[in-house]
């Protein structure tokens, strides 16, 4: 069984950047996944993170999941369970513009640590997307410019708990789908282990490791690099003990962002053969994909097509 990739960036401007780029190639072209140790994130905060969120959950939403269950009669299920996860969740905006402020139940010290995670994710996204920029042959900064639209990326969290099941073999914690935004780096609980990628057919685990962050591709990075990287099918199984925390942020296109396949990346035998990607405003995929996020995606690659060949999209928009 291959290793699921781990990499550490400590000398990522040292002597070892070369090795370094090279896993990350490796991880993009045959995982679409890989965990970062040593990513500059301080443990201390991730920590704080960690013991702020597990608390959140206990005092605001775990009963509110408890009567949930109760009232839609999930904890007697008989038959699989296919249009519900076994998931509690909040969200949380930061840019263009930050909600952190107006979301209710949250104290004002988890605010600021998530706050200040969040900048430190943005900043972490901003390096990983110029690492591979880096090994596409692209220049640097060019995924960020692709993302930034007129306003600048848009950059969320997703705040998950996925608390102890009592039949995950009929209900998912989270059903398979692929993420349909740009890069994903996700904090995950170090002990209760759910999450999975499918990978030449098989499901396989992605390990849970204390103070790593998790990277994953979106559905935007695979358009960009005409299918050079692709982003894969990955589900969070329920477990029967333990409570899984979840943080993953998506730092994604702007809204008006027009996304296409770099020029640079298609190869002149793929627009012979009509094998490019398509050409789309963000939004109008986000539009797509929540109605059908747990069906395949080529479906939604090939709709954007038909709909390119309607609309003439001008040059992308820059800052």
């Not at 995982?31 to 005092?59: A, S």
């Not at 009509?274 to 995929?285: A, L």
């Amino acid at each position: 069984m291959e290793k699921f990739p781990v990499i550490s960036l400590e000398k990522v401007n040292g002597e070892e950047r070369k090795t370094i780029l090279e896993q990350i190639k490796d991880a993009c072209e045959n995982w679409g996944f890989f965990e970062l140790v040593n990513h500059g994130i301080p443990h201390e905060l991730l920590d704080t993170v960690e013991r702020m969120t597990k608390e959140h959950y206990r005092k605001c939403m775990e009963q509110r999941f408890k009567e949930l269950v109760a009232s839609k009669g999930l904890d007697a299920v008989q038959a699989e369970v296919n249009d519900m996860d076994w998931e509690s969740t909040f969200h949380l905006r930061h840019l263009p513009a930050s909600n952190i402020s107006e979301l209710p139940d949250l104290d004002d010290e988890y605010r600021k640590v998530m706050k200040e995670f969040a900048q430190k994710l943005e900043k972490l996204a901003e390096e990983l997307l110029d690492l591979l920029c880096e090994n596409l042959g692209l220049e640097k900064g060019y995924l960020k410019k692709a993302f930034y639209g007129s306003k600048g990326p848009n950059f969320g969290t997703k705040v998950s708990n996925y608390p102890p099941c009592p039949k995950p073999d009929l209900i998912k914690g989270l059903r398979a789908h692929t993420d349909a935004g740009g890069i994903i780096l996700l904090f995950q609980d170090d002990k209760v282990s759910g999450l999975q990628l499918l990978k030449d057919g098989q499901w396989i685990d992605v390990p849970p490791m204390r103070h790593s962050i998790v990277i994953n591709l979106g559905d935007q990075l695979e358009v960009i690099t005409n299918g050079k990287y692709k982003s894969v099918l990955h589900r969070v199984i329920a477990q029967t003990d333990g409570t899984r925390m979840s943080i993953a942020s998506f730092y994604n296109p702007g809204s008006d962002a027009v996304i296409y396949p770099a020029p640079n990346l298609v190869e002149k035998e793929a627009e012979e053969k009509n094998q490019v990607y398509p050409k789309f405003v963000f939004e109008d995929y986000m539009k797509l994909y929540t109605a059908v996020k747990f069906q395949a995606k080529e479906p939604r690659f090939k709709a954007m097509k038909e709909l390119e060949a309607v609309v003439k999209l001008g040059p992308i928009a820059t800052a």
